[in-house]
Nanobody
Framework: QVQLVESGGGSVQAGGSLRLSCAAA????????MGWFRQAPAKKREGVAS????????FYADSVKGRVAISHDNARNTLYLQMDSLQPEDTAMYYC??????????????????WGQGTQVTVSS
């Protein structure tokens, strides 16, 4: 059973930065798609960024390109999301997710079958 635990959320002012972490356990094998998703109140869950732990590929939503960076530490089995130049519209619950495949695309939530509990990010203007 894969377990994902997010941390690093908080409250910041517009223009600030946060680094989210997602500690993963229970994997078999080393190649997974892992991603960050967010959901604001009354809005659909949307993909923010994802990568393939087998190496190379990263994927970003247009709304965050140039402001966020996703990375994975294989030794620590931890996924990160560095977010800079945060804006009030980035306010949401952020979730970590994992899957062996990304059948519907690497930024589609239905591609992922393992999810963390989420960490709240609040950006004030």
């Amino acid at each position: 059973q894969v377990q994902l635990v997010e941390s690093g959320g908080g409250s910041v002012q517009a223009g600030g930065s946060l680094r989210l972490s997602c500690a993963a356990a229970g994997y078999t094998g080393s190649r997974y798609f892992m991603g960050w998703f967010r959901q604001a109140p009354a809005k659909k869950r949307e993909g923010v960024a994802s990568l393939y732990t087998g190496g190379g590929s990263t994927f970003y939503a247009d709304s965050v390109k140039g402001r966020v960076a996703i990375s994975h530490d294989n030794a620590r089995n931890t996924l990160y999301l560095q977010m800079d130049s945060l804006q009030p519209e980035d306010t949401a619950m952020y979730y970590c997710a994992a899957s062996r495949t990304a059948a519907w695309g690497p930024l589609e939530s239905r591609s992922y079958n393992y999810w963390g509990q989420g960490t709240q990010v609040t950006v004030s203007s």
